[in-house]
């Protein structure tokens, strides 16, 4: 037998972690990585924290998971927090992003679906370079045929428009239209967020014509960009919104939030999750709302992410053969890079021992915890300095 015990979907690489420390990872044997990638968005209070541990450690000791036959007390409070702090009344809790995606999918259809809606609006446009998650219903939602190559078939219903194109996404509505659905700040394809123009287009489009605008921010939401989601960067609202990753700190959670209108299709016996919301996750999520749900935190992380954006556009200066530029917002950092990024990614997490992710778009991610500071801030542009220094460009060319 040649195949692995762990189906080998991941090419995964030397790095072995065993433990975590604040921003660090330590390996198997001994060495420190500087965690630039929080587990792709996700440990944004770092690893290790206290309060998360607490929070996680106290609902274990007293109660893990029942089933959602019953009142849910813990997923009330998490729900009324998340119902307080954005456009959303109401929420339903998943385990993951995809998950989350998928509920706000089917949220979206059965808008239309529901009585008095439109029946034939099934369809929602999405956009080139999403990336939506790994299920049947999230691969199709993207164009990326990477990720449907021996999937076939797709499920039916998708649309793709040019990410940031508004004249594209209208050129493709019909009376099939059901909505769109946009990560407002593409995470996979590259940190690109969408043009002010483009955003707030698609929800005056939406708006003119009944439609549903869902937003995809598993990866951008929860106070990676300095806003508790990336929405309030453009002073409109969603109607469906996915989030996950950065929500749990750690621990497997997501969510679908929609507003009371757009969620009248969800009633009951519509969808379901038999782990989605359980108590555990509940604390878990509720320890990291604690932590960054106000506007010093929030405050704390645009500024940081000011700092460390003004470094890197200075640092990218000296290499203009390497790097194109810097984009993104709060600690939600892309450098463009000249050659493609991949190479140069490995090159910094195997001799520098700094862990970053590469993205679609020539482009490296900087997604360090949103509670590093400047000790870690200079860390990192140290290892980077060294990095760039060191790589052979013409090689990875
Ligand atoms: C990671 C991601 C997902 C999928 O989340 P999973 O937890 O891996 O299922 C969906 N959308 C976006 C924007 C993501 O970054």
């Not at 645009?302 to 984009?327: H, M, S, W």
């Not at 590469?358 to 290892?383: C, M, N, S, Y």
Request: aromatic letters at 8%; glycine letters at 12%.
């Amino acid at each position: 037998m040649s195949i692995t015990p762990l189906m080998p979907v991941y090419p995964r690489c030397g790095v072995r972690p065993v433990r975590g420390e604040h921003c660090h990872l330590i390996d198997e044997d001994g060495t420190r990585y500087l965690d630039f990638a929080s587990g792709i968005a996700v440990n944004l209070l770092g690893h290790s924290h206290e309060g998360l541990i607490g929070a996680i450690q106290r609902q274990a000791e007293t109660l893990m998971h029942v089933s959602n036959l019953y009142g849910s007390p813990q997923g009330e409070a998490l729900a009324q927090r998340l119902v307080d702090k954005t456009f959303a009344d109401t929420v339903f809790f998943t385990n993951s992003g995809a998950e989350a995606v998928e509920c706000a999918i089917k949220t979206a259809r059965a808008y239309h679906q529901h009585e008095g809606g439109d029946p034939n609006r099934t369809e929602l446009i999405t956009f080139t370079n999403a990336f939506h998650g790994r299920t049947m219903a999230t691969i199709s939602a993207s164009n990326q045929e990477k990720m449907h190559k021996g999937f076939y078939p797709m499920l039916a219903g998708f649309q793709y428009a040019e990410f940031d194109n508004l004249d594209h996404a209208r050129s493709l509505m019909s009376d099939k239209t059901a909505g769109f659905l946009v990560e407002p700040i593409q995470g996979e394809g590259g940190i690109r967020p969408g043009s002010e123009e483009f955003i707030r287009g698609l929800r005056q489009l939406a708006d003119e014509n009944d439609l549903m605008l869902v937003f995809d921010e598993v990866q951008c939401g929860v106070a990676r960009t300095g806003k508790l989601y990336a929405y309030e960067h453009y002073g409109i609202e969603p109607d469906i919104m996915a989030t996950a990753k950065g929500i749990g700190g750690g621990f497997p959670l997501g969510a679908c939030l929609a507003t009371e209108k757009a969620a009248r299709g969800m009633g009951f016996g519509t969808h379901g999750s038999t782990y989605g919301g359980n108590p555990l996750a509940m604390a878990a999520g509720m320890a990291v709302m604690d932590a960054v749900a106000n506007d010093e935190f929030l405050a704390e992380v645009t500024e940081k992410g000011d700092r460390l954006r003004a470094r890197l556009e200075q640092f990218i200066g000296n290499y203009p053969d390497l790097f194109e530029l810097v984009r993104g917002k709060g600690l939600m950092l892309g450098i463009k890079m000249k050659v493609e990024s991949r190479p140069f990614f490995v090159h910094l997490r195997d001799n520098h021992q700094l862990l970053t992710v590469a993205a679609g778009d020539k482009t490296l991610r900087v997604l360090p915890p949103l509670v590093a500071g400047d000790a870690e801030f200079d860390e990192f542009l140290e290892k980077l300095s060294a990095g760039a220094a060191s790589f052979d460009v013409a090689a990875a060319a």
